[in-house]
């Protein structure tokens, strides 16, 4: 069992910077094989944000390429998501996901909010 705690959503005006975290607890970072950042906006659905493999691999969604940066702390158990020139587009709720194996695991995610 690997479980997600999110942290760090909030409002932020268009322009501004968030950085979300992920701390995995119950497993080892080393034993995940992927990690990666989804967000779902009201009416739609959940989309891959950002994913970054073991091996330190990643891809993003084409719409935040060159504005998000994710990365990972294996000694810290904790993946963060920065988010640099927010857009209200990008308002909804992120959620933290692990693979492990066959397995997916979710956190509870956390609200970002891009307003002025």
């Known amino acids: 069992q690997v479980q997600l705690v999110e942290s760090g959503g909030g409002l932020v005006q268009p322009g501004g910077s968030l950085t979300l975290s992920c701390t995995a607890s119950?497993?080892?970072?080393?034993?995940?094989?992927?990690m990666g950042w989804y967000r779902q906006a009201p009416g739609k659905q959940r989309e891959l944000v950002a994913r970054?493999?073991?091996?330190?691999?990643?891809n993003y969604l084409d719409s935040v390429k060159g504005r998000f940066t994710i990365s990972k702390d294996n000694a810290k158990n904790t993946a963060y998501l920065q988010m640099n020139s927010l857009q209200p587009e990008d308002t909804a709720v992120y959620y933290c996901?692990?693979?492990?194996?066959?397995?997916?695991?979710w956190g509870r995610g956390t609200q970002v909010t891009v307003s002025s």
């Open positions: 996901n692990a693979v492990k194996v066959i397995a997916t695991y």
């Open positions: 119950g497993s080892s970072f080393f034993s995940i094989s992927a």
């Open positions: 970054i493999s073991s091996g330190e691999s990643t």
